[in-house]
């Protein structure tokens, strides 16, 4: 389960990724010094995590810009796969603009004065089923606005083709029906176009867009003299004879010095899409070159801007007063009492009563945050203080398969640890792991994630670390990565069954 970690890059240099995590199709914007990102979050609450950077390598999660998502009754339970899909970060008229596609509902918009907020209740700017990785442009020659999407076929029936808009400045609706201003199909060999991101420069309309799927495409820019086209095409960055598989979509961001650079995503399976950062300079005939001529860089000169303190999202926890850092994601929109706020240290969390008890992808009521893309262990504490018979709860990694370990009241009262598993498409767990008595009901629960995140389960009850099952390989869900969790809950019934305590989460180098 060990892993030899990568050497450190030399000094002035970086290394991708510069984000080891599933932060899923990355845009990026300069405000001044200050470099922001957001990334996808699908249906997980809170929603559009902002991060920023000094250096754009360094970079600390500091908010989240979707409290609840909408419509607040589909997202009462987990949908993995759906909400907010491909976000584009813009900064206009002294303000932040977040535009985002819901594949089942249409296009979406936020904007805020500032970073941290506060950022106003989402506004559907056109609604219909697949519509996908909006982004909005506001050109300031002329004053014009215009706005960019794509298309999910899995709702539509429509792919592989780019939608323009004319939009209100004011970002509140479109002015026209829309029109194709880019059709893949029309270009040899191009196919599932998607994730526009549109910029101008030089006295061109540029829009970005990777081709031809996550795990094996590649990165394309279009140019034309008007925003509806006619549009010219090149390929500026692939795999070629690297191990990045099918650079994809990211934004373009410049410098105050002027250096451009370009930060996309890699798809790496149960690690889901980690972020690359590319050099990006422009050619005689004045087209972009991203990477090492259009192949992605695995060591790179960092950007010519101020030295900054090695950073990275948040992981650890202590739960201060019972609360919970940003780098935590609800599986659905929370609901009052499912963590409790008091005087000490540790999360409490309610042992819901639900009737997917049994499989814990359908349960809302679990606090989530990225698998990391390196060898790591996960530790956290545990004291499960119901008494309720069928209360439980946990440390579980998820994704489309997953396994947990954690402690559970039998039918005589006693506590006992317990380790279960599910396979994708079994409707319940099974043990990996014969229960073992836990006088006092206290644990503290560990996962060593090792090199393709094979996952080592073990519990330590005082004496030090006992292992507990087979190796467990993570898998992902549908778009998103696999997910650290930690839930409570009990049978199906009425109220809560009692609560448990979370104490001293961490992620540690293994």
Known sequence: MTAVPAPEPAPGTYRNPVLNADWSDPDVVRVGDDFYLTASSFGRAPGLPLLHSRDLVNWTLVGHALERLEPEEEFAVPRHDRGVWAPSLRHHDDRFWIFWGDPDHGIYQVNAPAIRGPWTRPHLLKEGKGLIDPCPLWDEETGEAYLVHAWSKSRSGIKNRLTGHRMHPDGTELLDEGKVIVDGDRIPGWFTLEGPKAYRHDGWFWILAPAGSVETGWQGAFRSRGFFGPYEERIVLEQKDTDVNGPHQGGWVRTPAGEDWFLHFQQRGPYGRVVHLQ???????????????????????????????A????????????????????????????????????????????????????????????????????????????????????????????????????????????????????????????????????????????????????????????????????????????????????????????????????????
């Open 279 to 309: 050099p990006m300079r422009w050619d005689d005939e004045g087209w972009p070159v991203l990477g090492d001529d259009g192949a992605p860089v695995a060591v790179h000169r960092r950007p010519a801007l101020p030295p900054q303190p």
């Open 311 to 510: 950073a990275a999202p948040a992981t650890d926890d202590d739960f201060p007063g019972g609360r919970y850092g940003r780098q935590w994601q609800w599986a659905a929109n929370p609901q009052a009492g499912w963590a409790t706020q008091h005087s000490a240290d540790g999360l409490r969390t309610a042992c819901v009563r639900t009737a997917g008890a049994h499989d814990l992808r359908t349960v809302p009521h679990l606090l989530t945050q990225r698998l990391p893309g390196e060898p790591r262990t996960v530790e956290v504490d545990l004291r499960l203080h119901s008494e309720e018979p069928g209360a439980r709860a946990g440390l579980a990694v998820l994704g489309d398969a997953y396994g947990w370990i954690g402690l559970e009241r039998g039918a005589d009262g006693t506590a006992r640890l317990v380790h279960r598993f599910a396979e994708p498409v079994a409707e319940r767990e099974r043990d990996a792991a014969h229960p073992v008595p836990v006088p006092g009901a206290r644990v503290r629960l560990r996962v060593e994630i090792g090199a393709g995140a094979r996952c080592r389960f073990s519990y330590d009850l005082g004496t030090g670390p006992r292992p507990s099952g087979p190796v467990f390989a993570a898998t992902p869900w549908r778009w998103v990565g696999a997910l650290l969790g930690l839930f409570a809950l009990a049978p199906e019934g009425q109220g809560h069954a009692g609560a448990a305590t979370f104490t001293r989460f961490r992620i540690t180098n293994p």
